[in-house]
């Protein structure tokens, strides 16, 4: 009897200590800021700002084929408030969503998902393999070099136009961050 109530005590602070640490660790997405030497800006320039959200890093993979492209950045909210990325959209698509990729069974797999929030003091990460934003039905075919104006919607903040310029998969770098010339 002692013994249970031992194992039973054990097996509480096993599962609050597991709680603990799973707490402190996430994924990018909506992460509040990062360490420095995790920082996923690198103290960059913004591309564009609107209000306390400050836009990295906009690029567009030139697809392969298709009448599809996905569209990665980087969201930083400087203020105090979170805001809600509710969508996206550009002359010459028919639509913009954001799905999530992920490999399922050996298959990739997107899903679509809720708008995203870029928490106060964190950031909004649109990466391969994850969340990423997705235009639709183009009616060109997108090269690298061209440049896309995309407008990029927030709950709270608004709309902006942000110049988006299309890459080739060969810039994106190996840890998953696109950056324009690798």
């Known amino acids: 009897m002692a ?6 005590g054990r097996l509480g602070s096993i599962a609050l200590l597991a709680a603990v640490v799973s707490a402190g660790c996430s994924d990018r997405v909506g992460d509040v800021a990062p360490p420095a030497s995790e920082d996923p800006i690198h103290g960059e320039q913004p591309a564009t700002v609107l209000g306390a959200l400050e836009i990295y890093r906009p690029m ?5 084929a298709g009448d599809q492209a996905s569209v990665y950045l980087t969201v930083r909210n400087t203020g105090t408030a979170p805001d809600t ?12 969503s954001l799905p999530s990729s992920e490999i399922r069974d050996g298959t990739a797999r997107m899903t679509p998902v809720e708008p995203q929030p870029a928490p106060p003091g964190g ?7 994850g969340l990423h934003g997705m235009l639709t039905g183009l009616t060109r075919r997108l090269t690298p070099g061209d440049t896309l104006d995309v407008t990029i919607t927030f709950a709270r903040a608004g709309s902006v136009v942000v110049r988006v310029p299309v890459i080739s998969y060969a810039d994106l770098t190996s840890d998953g961050v ?5």
């Open 60 to 64: 567009a993979p030139a697809p392969a």
């Open 85 to 96: 990325l509710t969508g996206l959209a550009t002359e010459g698509a028919a639509g913009g």
């Open 123 to 129: 950031y909004l990460i649109l990466e391969p393999g």
């Open 3 to 8: 013994y249970d109530r031992w194992m039973i």
């Open 178 to 182: 696109a950056r324009p010339g690798g």
